[in-house]
């Protein structure tokens, strides 16, 4: 955002800057997830000195007119980073300035793309598969140049993969240290004693270190076998399933429901869909962008 400053610099916040890894190990997530490809510094605007004017980026960004956007600011409903703006003409840069509408954090770039993609059972997390699987790469085809999935699934785990062109939201979804929540839904054989999810929340030592789990629900018995909910925020490999294993639930089916604010919800399997601005926004709040 230019907020006319004597130098003429945008009054970007300064975030983003490389954390370490809370865990003292990367994560099998991280294979794939490229840091920082090509993405210009907050505030950097070298080549784009006055920024474009803020309505116009909010018309392009779908919000309405350019009219409606001018009337939303004198309402008071648009914030950049963090700061209402009432005046007219305000310039923003697209690429780093933090816009919101009502409150919700809104991505305004049009070069990066998104997507949810229910993954199938058998199916490998990877873009290219030497050995001919069936591929999450071969799934999207040529979708999007650049598109990369975030973390992995296990070949035999269902669900929601996100995958996406913004290689420092890749990188960040997906590194321990952001502590992105992710729920699953387990069904696993044997009944599930009442303190379980007391003995979780409180942590399970397994061979690599210890795991606790921010929520647990029992969702459902049945004929000696019974469906979980877990959320947890890390994404060491098999970590669900090895959960599981060691208090004596082997896990017969897995599926990931949601990634941070982004729900599978009805999608079906194997299909995509492309997340909304409000979506990548909520998702770039989630990771500090
Ligand atoms: N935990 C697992 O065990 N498998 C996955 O695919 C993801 C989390």
Redesign the pocket.
């Known amino acids: 955002m230019n907020t006319e400053s004597p130098e003429g610099r945008p009054q970007a916040d300064e975030q983003g800057t490389e954390q370490g890894d809370a865990h003292g190990v990367w994560s099998e997530d991280m294979e794939l997830a490229p840091v920082h490809p090509g993405d210009r510094e907050p505030g950097d605007t070298s080549g784009d000195r006055q920024g474009e004017r803020l309505q116009k980026v909010l018309a392009r960004a779908g919000v309405g007119s350019r009219r409606v956007c001018e009337d939303m600011i004198a309402e008071g409903r648009i914030s950049v980073n963090g700061r209402q703006i009432l005046e007219q003409g305000l310039r923003v840069d697209p690429q780093t300035d933090q816009i919101a509408v009502d409150g919700q954090r809104l991505d305004v770039r049009n070069d990066r793309v998104t997507y949810a993609m229910n993954k199938p059972f058998g199916v490998v997390t990877t873009m290219k598969d030497d050995r001919g699987r069936p591929s999450v790469g071969e799934m999207v085809g040529d979708l999007a140049a650049g598109l990369v999935h975030v973390g992995?699934?296990?070949q035999d785990?269902e669900g929601l993969l996100l995958l996406t062109t913004d290689g420092e939201l890749a990188h960040r979804l997906a590194h321990p240290s952001y502590e992105v929540p992710k729920t699953?839904l387990a069904q696993v054989s044997g009944s599930v004693p009442r303190d379980l999810g007391k003995r979780l929340r409180h942590g399970i030592e397994l061979d690599d270190g210890p795991v606790a789990v921010d929520s647990f629900t029992l969702k459902d018995t049945h004929a000696g076998q019974s469906v979980v909910e877990i959320v947890l925020h890390e994404g060491r490999k098999?970590?669900?399933?090895?959960l599981l294993a060691e208090v004596g639930l082997p896990v017969s089916r897995?599926t990931?429901t949601a990634v941070g604010p982004i729900e599978l919800a009805r999608m079906r399997s194997g299909s995509l869909r492309r997340l909304n601005r409000t979506e990548v926004g909520a998702l770039h709040e989630l990771v500090g962008l």
């Open positions: 992995r699934l296990d785990t699953y098999h970590i669900v399933r090895r897995l990931r």
